[in-house]
């Protein structure tokens, strides 16, 4: 079952990161999805909480922006 969000938000907290056993250390973003805040409470969704790596996080971002684009495209050729 899909859910439907109305809302993203996005952060980094300094002190959670990943640091490997060769020393990489790798910094996580935290992506949190939330319904809408004007539907009362007893209605919304669970929000949807995901972390990413920076990788990970540009190529959701590049995929976005695509989709983004090709959006637009579309609605001003109607």
């Given amino acids: 079952m899909s859910r439907r ?15 490997y056993p060769n020393g ?4 996580e973003i935290e992506l949190v999805l939330t319904d809408d805040p004007e539907v009362p409470i007893w209605r919304q969704a669970t929000p949807g909480v995901c972390t990413l790596d920076a990788r ?3 190529e959701l971002a590049f995929e ?3 989709v983004a684009e090709v959006a637009e495209q579309w609605e001003k050729a109607r």
């Fill in 24 to 27: 990489v250390r790798v910094q």
């Fill in 56 to 58: 990970r996080a540009r």
């Fill in 5 to 19: 969000y109305s809302h993203v938000h996005a952060a980094i907290d300094p002190d959670q990161f990943e640091v």
């Fill in 64 to 66: 976005l922006l695509m």
